[in-house]
């Protein structure tokens, strides 16, 4: 039997490169393109090439191959303190959606068996999530559109992009809204890190006693999934035959304070939280997993503490490394 062949665009972040460590593991040959190498770990690719989605020449080198398999999740993206604040809008949207007009028209061209897009939440109507203890987010709820951010918008016309390409071209497609997705390995600091590795950064840098601060007056709520538990219901969606759209997330919804609380649990330490003004999204947003359910008979299978006691103890070690280097 041929070994099956993978293209996963967006290699070098986090979920991309989580993504290409467990595809080799199932024994698939992988070819891996983004802007920049895996910051933490050496790519598990077969090839990686350093090239811009944006660019149609980048994309026709990479796309030359009838790939049994493409995983489109590169974007131009980041946490709340750059999604929100309204001063990357047109970047997030050209890019990204110039990535994705390219990959869709060059996977017909070559004859991609199945590509996968990665949407996200931020596409779900401002409207559905104002209420925090109970947002409304199924699959069905995503009209009349009214996303509360341009990156949702963009996430939302490229939907309908691959949707439109599979109407008219039989491009296989499955698509995912991803709900908050962390874990180990992933962007800790700069500016575009979400708010599980924001906030474990803030604590583990903190000294027993001390105080961090959380955007918002705290009472926001979102569900988080691990990384781990991202790629089973990932890869059990491309092997199934359901198009989508459907959620990848957990039920499991906590505030905001909450999940620095939790934060502080697991890392020993009694902090004080100062909720000062920032940029928070909308009030409230869980994942619905009624469909994902029924079609893919997936759930996540550890609670939020474990995935968050292992990305704390993760980026507790880099911040400890970073201590050690400049002493």
């Known amino acids: 039997m041929p070994q099956k062949s993978a293209l996963v665009c967006g290699a070098g972040g986090f979920i991309g490169s ?4 467990r595809l080799k593991q199932e024994g698939f040959w992988v070819r891996g393109v983004d802007l920049k190498h895996p910051e933490y770990t050496p790519t598990a690719t077969d090839d990686f090439i350093i090239g811009d989605l944006r660019d149609q020449n980048v994309c026709k080198d990479i796309m030359d191959l009838p790939y049994d398999e493409v995983y489109q999740l590169a974007a131009d993206m980041g946490g709340a303190g750059y999604i929100f604040t309204g001063e990357h809008d047109a970047d997030v949207m050209h890019n990204s959606a110039t990535i994705n007009l390219n990959i869709a028209n ?3 061209k070559v004859g991609a068996k199945k590509i996968f897009y990665s949407s996200s939440a931020c596409m779900y109507p401002a409207y559905n999530q ?5 947002p409304k987010c199924s ?4 009209y009349p559109a009214a996303p509360d951010s341009e990156y949702g918008w963009e996430k939302l016309f490229s939907e309908r992009l691959y949707l439109a390409y599979n109407r008219n071209y039989g491009l296989q497609v499955r698509i ?5 997705i962390f874990g180990t390995q992933g962007t800790w600091q700069g500016g575009k890190e979400k708010a599980p590795a924001a906030i474990c950064r803030k604590v583990a840098e903190t000294e027993d006693g ?13 569900s988080f999934l691990y990384i781990d538990e991202c790629l089973e219901a990932m890869r059990r969606f491309m092997d199934s035959e359901f198009m989508g759209p459907v959620n990848i997330g957990s039920e499991e919804m906590i505030s905001i304070n909450g999940l620095a609380e939790l934060a502080m649990s697991i890392s020993g330490k009694k902090l004080h939280i100062n909720n000062i003004p920032g940029p928070v999204g909308v009030r409230g947003r869980n994942s619905d997993n009624s469909l ?3 079609e893919l008979g997936w759930a996540p299978s550890q609670s939020l503490r474990e995935g968050l006691t292992q990305t704390y103890n993760w980026i507790n070690e880099q911040v400890e490394a970073r201590k050690a280097v400049t002493v």
């Open 106 to 108: 060059l996977a017909v």
């Open 130 to 134: 104002e209420d925090p203890d109970n």
């Open 210 to 222: 001390g105080t961090i601060e959380i955007w918002g007056d705290g009472k926001q709520t979102r």
């Open 18 to 21: 989580h993504l290409v460590r």
């Open 292 to 294: 994902i359910r029924t």
């Open 176 to 180: 995912a809204r991803y709900h908050n």
């Open 139 to 142: 699959e069905d709820s995503a």
